[in-house]
């Protein structure tokens, strides 16, 4: 999409720190980390939120799952646990609106979330 944030660094014409690259999934550094660890795992494909999910575009998502998974077999911060967020709309605080999975880790992590 043109206007969108996401998209932009996933076409390489905003820099980011890149962690994870592959045909339909990025995952970088945020910008503003809350944690030790703090990446985006982000779709190649815009699909702008959690609730625009369905049957025709999950498939991506699954597979960000896998990724999130290996990923976190790869880096010690993750050993003890971590924690994935994918913010929806106005109330919860999404702020870009191409849908993003926060990973955290490498601290302890309050529950229930604020
Ligand atoms: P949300 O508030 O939508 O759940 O999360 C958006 C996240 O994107 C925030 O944690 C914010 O720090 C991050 N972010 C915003 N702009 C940029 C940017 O230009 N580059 C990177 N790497 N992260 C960004
Ligand atoms: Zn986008």
């Not at 939120?49 to 990724?67: F, G, M, Q, R, T």
């Not at 709309?89 to 849908?99: D, M, R």
Request: net charge negative.
């Amino acid at each position: 999409m043109n206007d969108c944030l996401f998209c932009k660094i996933i076409a390489g014409e905003i820099p980011s720190t890149k962690i994870y690259e592959d045909d339909s999934v990025f995952v970088f550094a945020d910008i503003e980390p809350t944690a030790p660890v703090h990446w985006l795992a982000v779709p190649k494909t815009h699909i702008a939120k959690l609730s625009d999910v369905n049957e025709s575009n999950s498939a991506v998502i699954s597979h960000i799952y896998e990724v999130i998974s290996k990923l976190a077999a790869e880096h010690e911060e993750f050993a003890d646990g971590f924690r994935v967020v994918s913010n929806c709309g106005k109330t919860a605080g999404q702020s870009v609106f191409h849908i993003h999975f926060h990973i955290l880790a490498g601290r302890e992590f309050a529950w229930p979330a604020g």
